[in-house]
Each structure stands twice: as C-alpha cells, then as structure tokens.
C-alpha cells in the first residue's frame, strides 16, 4: 500500500509551510524518540507533557499526529497558531488533529469468503458454518455471536484464540458485540450464575451451536474473554492460514514494517502492514486496573498523564476494501498473526508463521471504501495484548 503521512488539508490537519514557530523542549524528552521506531510509553508521556490538552498521540511510520478534543473549525484554527510547526531535531515530523482520528493441522473452510457482491442476489458470501456441530469444535477466524432474548443470533464478530492462565481457560472475543447487553444488564457480567449465561451467551456458526458465555471485559479495552462450556473444544489452529497460535506478543515487540496477515469469516485470509501505534493519554490517578495484578497497588505513582490505551496502527490495504464497510466490523475479533519481524527480515514468512505469534486482535472500526481522499482514512487499528499478557495469560498449546 502507498501511504503518505505528509498530510497538507486544512480541516483537521494543519501545516504552515510558510512560516516555522519555534519552539524550545527539552532535549531529554526528543532523545527518547528513535526514526521509524514505534515510541515507548514513557516517550509519549514526555511529549505529552508538551501538549498537555491532548487527548492521544498517534505515530505512523515517521509523524507523530497530536489529537486534541474536537471543537469547532474556528477555534481549532486559534489554537494551531499556538502550536509549532515542527519541533527542531526531532527525527518525526508532527501534524494536528480536531478530534480523534477518523476510522481507530491445517483446516480449510467449508464455504471460502468473497468479500465481494454475489452476481446473482447481490449478497455477500461469508462464513457462517457451525464447525462446532460439523466437526465437534471451532477455530480462531470461525464466527461467533451473541444472542436476542428469544436465543437468536443478535450480532457477530470473529472468534480469537484461546488463553489459559493457571487453571482457567478463556477464548479472546470482541467486547461491543456484548455491550448492548451489560448496558441493559448492568452488573450481571461475571456472576456464576443461569441468568448470566443465557444474557452473555456466546453462540458458533449459523444456526449456532451455544458454546459458552462472556465473563468479562479487560479494563476499557475491547478485548472480552468467554469461558467456553466444559463439553466444547477449541483449537489454537487456524482455517486460512498455516499456523496455530503459540505466543502473544506485547506491542512493545512490534515495530514499523512489520506485517500480519487476518483470518476472518466475513472475509478469509488478508494482510494488514504495521505502521505505528496510537496511544491514549489519561489525566490524574492511574487507574488500577491497568496495574498488573502483582504489583502492589499501594505503590501507584502520584496523579499525572499517563497512557490508557495502546492500539496499533496498520494500513488498511486494498485488498481488504469493499463497497460495504460493515463486512469489516464483523471482522472484528481476527487475531494479527505477524508473518514479517521488520526487526529480524531475516525470516522468512514460513518460519514466521511457525513462531505463531499473536499480535493483538483486528479492531471494529469500519474501513473506508478504495482510493481514499486522505491517508488517515486508509488506517485500520488493532487491540493489543499488553494487558492479558501482564496478568500472565498465554495461549493454549496444541495437544501432541
């Protein structure tokens, strides 16, 4: 995919290329930014503390885009004259935004995806096989939905991978495909009791075969994990790709120019390029849940910005766009398998795919249809792992 950053459309971004402001920061919080590498937390934090109104800090491949609370043309306008145009030495470029950035054994399938429209009844083909009846279990990729009160299917997103942490098993689903029913039953997620599974109930394939129940939301991420029923087997193993899911991977072990590829129902096998990552900023007292659990949370560091939110930032290809972007929101849930470690290119994509590694999970922002006007709207953003993977969750190895 062409992407090009250097973004020059007034309305949400801004660059004066006639006239340079100056501006003086620290050189200690410029030096903890590397070119073309994906910034650490504590790295954005510093240079948060340069825009201290923002709201988040995306990079993407070599511009750091500054998001602030959206507000009328007008005054976006008078706050960019406050605003330097560049930042002398530092290896980015930096770009302004009113608001948050538009978008945010092998087994083959029994009917391939076509994420194109059906010649004859304009329908699109996808996946909704219940591999759970036709072959006593399912897969990462396979579609999964929640139910309305009379037990149907109510919406559907894409299944992820199975974790274990101790004793405790539990399939990574996509949060918003369950929202609707903890806002109309509110406290009722997690309890261990008949209600809770009928209302969080997570149903496999069309007519569907009920295979478990939501338990609980990971902080304020999307990330949802299911407990499954103790008669239903999932494998680690996926339909479309060659590869099963060994090992998550926290984001910070991506990096620019690394590329994934996507298995989902509604549109099989795609690949996303990484560009960056999008990190949303906080104000006050960190809240506990973003502290691992053996941590002391008596030791919390005194109020101040900090990062909530890590989400990766890819480039939506054009293989991966149709005329009808609600084939893409179903997609959500697609885990990221990395088939290039743009820090080792030494690999090849075979032995990448043999790693299995797991990269964090396809968000449900709807893609923009082909040949976008502006770069920002060919962004497609990921979930990570991070905090799973801080509470010592892993992925559930293959039986022998």
């Known amino acids: 995919m062409s992407f090009n950053p250097f973004i020059e459309r007034a309305g949400g971004k801004y660059i ?49 885009i500054i998001e602030y609370p959206a507000t009328d043309e007008q005054s976006f306008r008078r706050r960019l004259q406050t605003l330097p145009d560049y930042i002398p030495g530092a290896p980015f470029h930096i770009r302004y935004h009113n608001g948050p950035l538009p978008n945010k054994s092998q087994r083959r399938r029994l009917r391939c995806p076509q994420p194109e429209l059906d010649e004859e009844d304009e329908n699109r083909v996808e996946d909704d096989t219940d591999y759970v009846a036709r072959d006593g279990r399912f897969y990462p990729g396979s579609m999964i939905s929640s139910t309305a009160r009379d037990g149907t299917t109510y919406t559907s997103v894409t299944a992820g991978v199975l974790v274990f942490k101790g004793d405790e098993k539990r399939l990574t689903c996509s949060w918003h495909n369950w929202e609707k029913h903890e806002d109309q039953y509110p406290g009722l997620l997690g309890a261990d009791d008949d209600e809770a599974r009928r209302v969080f109930t997570v149903l496999q394939g069309e007519p569907g075969s009920k295979v478990g129940h939501v338990v609980r939301r990971v902080a304020s991420t999307e990330i949802a994990l299911a407990k499954l029923d103790e008669e239903i087997v999932f494998e680690n193993t996926f339909m479309d790709i060659r590869a099963s899911a060994k090992r998550l991977v926290h ?142 969750w892993r992925t559930v190895p293959l039986l022998a």
């Open 16 to 64: 004066d290329v006639e006239e340079e402001d100056e501006v003086n920061i620290d050189g200690a919080i410029i030096a903890a930014f590397e070119q073309y590498a994906i910034p650490t937390k504590d790295a954005i934090v510093g240079l948060a503390s340069v825009f201290p109104d923002c709201d988040a800090i995306t990079f993407v491949i070599d511009t750091i």
């Open 251 to 392: 984001s910070d072990s991506v990096h620019v120019g690394d590329e994934y590829v996507v298995d989902g129902f509604p549109i099989g096998k795609r690949i996303l390029p990484g560009l960056g990552a999008r990190f949303e900023l906080k104000r006050g007292p960190i809240h506990p849940t973003l502290v691992p659990p053996n941590n002391d949370q008596s030791s919390l560091p005194p109020p101040g910005t900090y990062v909530a939110v890590v989400q990766g930032v890819c480039a939506a290809t054009d293989e991966l766009d149709t005329n009808q972007p609600i084939i893409h929101g179903r997609t959500c849930g697609a885990v990221l398998v990395r088939t290039r470690d743009a820090s080792n290119p030494s690999l090849n994509r075979t032995q990448m795919l043999a790693r299995g590694e797991i990269c964090g999970f396809f968000y449900y922002v709807n893609l923009t249809p082909k040949h976008a006007s502006e770069a920002l709207y060919c962004l497609a953003y990921t979930e990570v792992f991070d905090l799973l993977i801080d509470e010592g």
